[in-house]
């Protein structure tokens, strides 16, 4: 049986990287400023989905040696419990053969399951299922404070490994979300494109829409993102390995044929 001190504090980390505004309230936030290296704008990187937020290409962008990372392969969203029927006809029509779910499965039960593609396979990649009541309780009263946790959570390496490794290896469309698409996932996006060549500067913008996407007006932590927040996860695989590149290939464990496949398939 579980205790319901464990629940409790999944509750409340829930909380933290769960509830936001809905998908059709708008609020008329301005995007992030682009960079030079981004060739897609927020509308034509939106898959416009109705009844999910945050639903967007990760690809469209330059890379510091010239690439550009395709789109029509990678994509964003929050999760796809409230996808309309419209909404998973339009992501079996962008090919999205695999599912990656990033949230704990007591946000799944809060929540529900997913709504997928008809014969996409779908993976549970627990991100912070791992950590112990006592540190739920400390790190869930905030989403700003979790993020280190992204680096040393049990589990949360093998999570962010798989999707990637996925994203590598699949010849479908591979789908990766949290609960609203902006923390776990926005961590996930980073170090795909970080991984990619993307520039620093480049990769904030794309982590940054977040705000965007979800109407969260500029200091709204709970439905936005900050700088800060994406500061602390790239310090903490500093800290924890010493560089990201040990983090990739010591924390992640991928390795440099993983890393080639990945540019093999997403970069022009």
Not at 55 to 62: K, L, P, S, V
Not at 223 to 236: I, K, M, P, R, Y
Request: net charge negative; aromatic share 8%; glycine share 10%.
């Amino acid at each position: 049986m579980i205790r319901p001190r464990t629940i409790g504090a999944t509750v409340v980390l829930a909380a933290a990287l769960t509830f936001g505004v809905s998908p059709g309230l708008a609020l008329a936030v301005d995007p992030p400023v682009a960079t030079a290296n981004v060739l897609l704008d927020p509308a034509a990187r939106s898959l416009n989905l109705s009844g999910v937020q945050n639903a967007r290409d990760a690809g469209g962008y330059r890379t510091t040696d010239g690439h550009t990372v395709r789109t029509g392969l990678v994509y964003r969203t929050a999760a796809l419990g409230s996808a309309t029927t419209a909404d998973v006809t339009a992501l079996a029509a962008h090919n999205v053969v695999s599912v990656h779910d990033l949230r704990t499965s007591y946000e799944q039960l809060l929540a529900g399951s997913d709504k997928i593609p008809a014969g996409a396979t779908e993976h549970h990649d627990d991100i912070l299922g791992g950590l112990p009541p006592t540190s739920l309780l400390t790190s869930g009263s905030s989403a700003a404070s979790v993020y280190p946790e992204f680096i040393t959570a049990p589990g949360a390496n093998a999570g962010f490994a798989a999707v990637i490794r996925d994203i590598a290896y699949n010849n479908g469309g591979v789908l990766f979300h949290c609960t609203a698409g902006k923390d776990r996932t926005g961590w996930a996006g980073a170090v795909l494109l970080t991984l990619l060549g993307v520039d620093k500067d480049t990769v904030y913008y794309d982590f940054m829409l977040s705000s965007y996407y979800r109407d969260a007006a500029p200091g709204d932590v709970n439905n936005g993102v900050t700088a800060a927040e994406l500061d602390s996860a790239f310090a903490q695989a500093n800290k924890s390995y010493g560089s990201f590149a040990n983090y990739v290939s010591n924390g992640l464990g991928l390795t440099a044929a993983d890393i080639a496949a990945l540019k093999a398939k997403l970069l022009a």
